[in-house]
């Protein structure tokens, strides 16, 4: 049975995730995580729809046993192609980054255009562009892959000239399109804001983990699942080297990663 301090579930196919996860533990300070990296199979966004339900799937299983009470999945590509599977999987709320990010681009856009860069994956699924036309029809939709962008931040170039360059080339064709709001969707994208704010001026940049967090909190409060009181905590894990993951993710959680197990999924 689950209760108010039963742990949060959070999930992605690598380090990235952890941008999420950082928002989380900023809005919801009483909250135990359980984060699951799935580094051993990392990229997502290059698989295909079925490996990702799959893998996607193995990683419900394991968060089942820990009884979370609640799923955050913190992937893009994810959340494009496998929560309906997700949700239907799993007994408590499931909830992905992909809708929160579209809700924040439907409302910032004032010309009505709206730009989404992410994985080949995330953006071969459309799932950004149905989203923000369903919330209004009369919007344009503008998407591009981004792919070199995720090794270029774990490289730690978060604004090396090269990265400069590169955002210049991905978004130029998009720009060209006079988007006034640009949605970040992947987990790694907003640890390059300094560099797409500066390529893209004048563009609000729409960071998904950040409006994940906000949309998380008024669903546990709505369930009344939501901690009131106690210390967070957070417990990790990843399906490959812990060390290496470690080493990633005090980037991307900001040095509160003491110690990451291994977790043996699967196929893995």
């Not at 080339?169 to 006034?180: E, G, N, Q, T, W």
Request: aromatic letters at 6%; glycine letters at 8%; proline letters at 6%.
């Amino acid at each position: 049975m689950k209760n108010n301090r039963s742990p949060i579930g959070v999930f992605d196919s690598g380090v990235g995730g952890l941008t999420v996860l950082r928002a989380l533990m900023r809005r919801l300070p009483h909250e135990r995580f359980v984060y699951v990296g799935d580094t051993a199979r990392v990229p997502y966004g290059t698989k295909s729809p079925e490996a990702v339900k799959r893998f996607s799937l193995e990683i419900a299983r394991f968060l089942k046993k820990r009884r979370v009470k609640a799923v955050v999945v913190a992937c893009n590509t994810v959340s494009a192609v496998a929560l309906p599977e997700l949700r239907r999987f799993l007994p408590v709320p499931v909830m992905g980054v992909l809708e929160p990010g579209a809700t924040a681009a439907a409302r910032a856009t004032r010309t009505g255009r709206v730009g989404v860069i992410g994985t080949s994956a995330t953006v071969r699924s459309r799932a950004y562009e149905r989203e923000i036309r369903r919330l209004n029809p009369a919007l344009r939709v503008f998407s591009r892959p981004c792919p070199l962008f995720v090794p270029l931040v774990e490289e730690g170039w978060l604004t090396h000239p090269v990265t400069r360059r590169v955002a210049q080339l991905y978004l130029s064709p998009i720009l060209a399109k006079r988007v006034d709001a640009l949605v970040l969707g992947c987990t790694h994208y907003p640890l390059l804001k300094t560099v797409l704010k500066s390529v893209a001026r004048n563009v609000s940049l729409i960071d998904s983990a950040e409006e994940t967090a906000k949309s998380v909190k008024r669903v546990l409060e709505r369930k009344d699942l939501l901690a009131r009181s106690g210390r967070g905590s957070g417990v990790f894990f990843s399906s490959d080297d812990p060390d290496k993951f470690m080493a990633l993710g005090h980037r991307f959680l900001g040095g509160k990663l003491r110690r990451v197990r291994r977790i043996h999924l699967d196929g893995v």
